[in-house]
């Protein structure tokens, strides 16, 4: 996975399948004709995948799904600076899915990205995570995916209202006897945990059994 270089954000990054990876000894030649010095360059022969328009993200609560680029595609291979790799992701091939539907072992056309293979995978789609400088832009847009808009136009459908009740209704709450806020903290409180019929309820082993708190 790389960074996105497209205007427009929708989604953080483009993905690619590494083919193969190389190095070659270049020489620059200047305006006199003199060479420099061989310098070692790196490079990855990679084969993009891009997204589907199916939805997927936070908000459809579906994995995004990818394909690469058909073959002849001029964009299907190019070559790629290993430095601009931010690291390898998992797929999970779409077996639903065949090349070949006459064939139901033949590769699959689709590839689920799994955001959930590790801790920092995920942090990387859901946005904030530690250290992730390059994608501090994206930060904004993942964690807000998914929210916001239709968040509230649920609660405008469901009429939902939070934190309009009355004093009235506030105090009425308070003033009930049978629910002194007082007494939830009560140190000679009844035990909430009951001895069974015929037993007897004894403090160590409340303790063992992880009770010694309440």
């Known amino acids: 996975m790389v960074l996105s270089h497209e205007e427009e954000k929708t989604h953080p990054y483009w993905y690619a399948r590494v083919i193969g990876i190389f190095h070659i000894n270049a020489e620059h030649q200047n305006d006199n004709g003199l060479y420099s010095r061989p310098t070692r360059m790196d490079f990855l022969l990679v084969r993009?995948?891009?997204?589907?328009?199916?939805?997927a993200g936070w908000a459809a609560k579906r994995l995004h799904r990818l394909e690469f680029f058909d073959e002849d595609s001029p964009d299907g291979y190019k070559f790629l600076d290993p430095d601009t790799v931010i690291r390898g992701v998992h797929l999970i091939p779409g077996f639903a899915y065949p090349i070949d539907p006459n064939d139901l072992n033949s590769d699959s056309r689709f590839y689920y990205l799994n955001i959930f293979v590790d801790q920092?995978?995920?942090?990387?789609?859901?946005?904030?995570?530690?250290?992730?400088k390059?994608?501090?832009?994206?930060?904004?847009?993942?964690?807000?995916?998914?929210?916001?808009?239709?968040?509230?136009?649920?609660?405008?459908?469901?009429?939902?209202?939070i934190g309009d009740d009355s004093e009235e209704d506030v105090e009425d709450i308070w003033n009930d006897e049978d629910d002194d806020p007082d007494d939830w903290n009560d140190p000679d409180d009844e035990d909430r945990v009951v001895a069974d019929k015929g037993e007897e309820l004894d403090d160590n082993v409340l303790a063992e059994e992880g009770y010694g708190a309440l």
């Open 48 to 55: 993009w995948f891009r997204q589907d328009s199916s939805r």
């Open 120 to 132: 920092d995978m995920f942090m990387r789609y859901r946005g904030g995570g530690i250290g992730h």
């Open 134 to 161: 390059a994608t501090r832009d994206w930060n904004d847009f993942l964690q807000h995916e998914g929210h916001g808009a239709e968040e509230a136009q649920e609660a405008d459908e469901a009429d939902i209202d």
